[in-house]
C-alpha cells in the first residue's frame, strides 16, 4: 500500500473514499509474500479465521512447489468473515488470491464498512461464472479463448466503480461470453439504477482474430456460434441490458448524442479502433463520468488520448485505464 491512502482510514463514515492510481497497482499476489504481510490488517480485520487460514495457504505453496501445482489445483480454504457471519469456500489458489485482491481494492475504493460484502458478492459470481465456463471450455481454453485471462483485475475493478459512481448511462464494447457485462450488471443490479448498453461484433473463430498489435499478438478470444455472445449473462440481470451486434464504428454513431456516465472499451484493441472508442466517448461523457479501457499496453492510443485531454484524471494505468472526467 503506497502511501497516505491507506484502505482503512481512507473509507467508512467520513465520506467517499479518494480513489488514488496505486490502489490499482496490485502485482500477481501469489508471487508477493510481502505484499500479503501487508494486507494482513485489513484482512485480520474481517477474517475471523484468517490466521490459520494463512498458514494453511503457505504450507500448500511450499508442499506444492515440490509436486505438480496449477493456480487451479484444488484445495479448500474456508474464510469466516466477521461482519456478516457469511462462510465463503474458497477452492482454489486462484480463488484464494482473487478474494485478496477484491477485498483489499474494495476497501480501497468503497471503503471497510462495505468491502466485506462486496468481496464476498465478487467471489461468488466468480464461482458461479467459472462452473459456467467449465460447461463449454477445457480449464486451458478458459484462460486463452474464452476471456483472455480468467479472474483478471478488471473484472473486480468494473464492479466496484459501479457500485462507488452509481452510473446511470453505460456502454460497454467488447462482450464475448459476457463477464464483463455480467458484473457490470449485478453491480447496477446491486445499486437498484442504471442501464448497460453492450456492443460486440461476434468472432466465431477460435485460431484468431481480424487484428492483432503492432507486435502481432493477436486476440483469441472467440463465442461458440451455438451459445451466443454475452450467453453467460444470468437472466435476471438482463433487465437491465441492452446488447446490440456489429462493429463498434457502426453501433456507437447510432446511440445520437446519447449522455453517458460510464464507458468501457473492451472490443477491437487496434490503435484505430481505440483511438476512435476514446474519441466517440469523449464526446459522449458526462462532467464526473468515468472512461474505462482494458488492455491500455497493446498500443499508444490510450496514453496519447490522456495526454491530449488533461481534463481527465488518471485514476488507474495498469493494464486496466480508469479516467474520471473533470466533475467541472
Ligand atoms: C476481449 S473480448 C471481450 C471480453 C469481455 N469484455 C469480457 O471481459 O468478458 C473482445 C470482443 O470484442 C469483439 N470485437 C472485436 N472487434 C470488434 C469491433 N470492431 N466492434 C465490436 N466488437 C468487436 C470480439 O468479437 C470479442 O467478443
Redesign the pocket.
Given at each position: 500500500v503506497a502511501s497516505g491512502a491507506s484502505p482503512t482510514t481512507s473509507g467508512g463514515k467520513r465520506g467517499a473514499p479518494s480513489l488514488e492510481f496505486h490502489d490499482f497497482q496490485m502485482k500477481p499476489l501469489g508471487k508477493a509474500l510481502r505484499t500479503f504481510r501487508r494486507l494482513h490488517p485489513y484482512l485480520r480485520r474481517h477474517v475471523s479465521n484468517w490466521v490459520g487460514t494463512d498458514l494453511r495457504y503457505l504450507a500448500h505453496l511450499r508442499g506444492s512447489s515440490r509436486g505438480p501445482h496449477g493456480k487451479d489445483a484444488p484445495v479448500a480454504f474456508q474464510l469466516h468473515l466477521r461482519r456478516s457471519g457469511r462462510v465463503l469456500e474458497l477452492r482454489s489458489v486462484r480463488e484464494y488470491h482473487f478474494f485478496v485482491e477484491a477485498l483489499y481494492l474494495a476497501c480501497s475504493v468503497l471503503g471497510e464498512d462495505a468491502a466485506e460484502e462486496a468481496a464476498a458478492t465478487l467471489i461468488e459470481l466468480r464461482q458461479q461464472l467459472r462452473q459456467d465456463l467449465e460447461r463449454v471450455f477445457t480449464a486451458q481454453e478458459i484462460d486463452t479463448v474464452a476471456?483472455?485471462g480468467y479472474p483478471?483485475l478488471?473484472?473486480i475493478v468494473l464492479y466496484l466503480l459501479v457500485r462507488r459512481y452509481r452510473p446511470k448511462a453505460l456502454v460497454?464494447?467488447?462482450?464475448?461470453?459476457?463477464?464483463?457485462?455480467?458484473f457490470i450488471l449485478r453491480a447496477l443490479a446491486d445499486n437498484g439504477e442504471g442501464r448497460l448498453i453492450s456492443?460486440?461484433?461476434?468472432?466465431y473463430n477460435p485460431e484468431g482474430?481480424?487484428?492483432a498489435d503492432a507486435k502481432g499478438t493477436i486476440?483469441h478470444?472467440?463465442?461458440k456460434k451455438d451459445l451466443g455472445?454475452g450467453w453467460i449473462v444470468p437472466k435476471p440481470l438482463r433487465e437491465r441490458w441492452d446488447l446490440r451486434l456489429?462493429?463498434?464504428?457502426a453501433?456507437l454513431p447510432k446511440l445520437g448524442d446519447a449522455k453517458l456516465d460510464f464507458f468501457?472499451h473492451?472490443?477491437?484493441?487496434s490503435y484505430e479502433?481505440m483511438g476512435f472508442e476514446y474519441r466517440w466517448a469523449d464526446g459522449h461523457l458526462l462532467p464526473g463520468a468515468l472512461l474505462v479501457s482494458?488492455?491500455i499496453h497493446w498500443n499508444s492510443a490510450f496514453p496519447e488520448f490522456i495526454h491530449a485531454h488533461p481534463e481527465y484524471r488518471v485514476v488507474a494505468d495498469h493494464r486496466v485505464g480508469v479516467l474520471l472526467r473533470s466533475p467541472a
Open positions: 476471456t483472455g483478471a478488471k473484472e460497454e464494447t467488447g462482450v464475448a461470453q459476457g463477464i464483463s457485462s455480467t456492443i460486440d461484433l461476434p468472432n482474430f481480424r487484428y486476440d478470444t472467440y463465442v455472445v456489429g462493429a463498434s464504428s453501433e468501457f473492451d472490443s477491437e484493441h479502433n482494458d488492455d
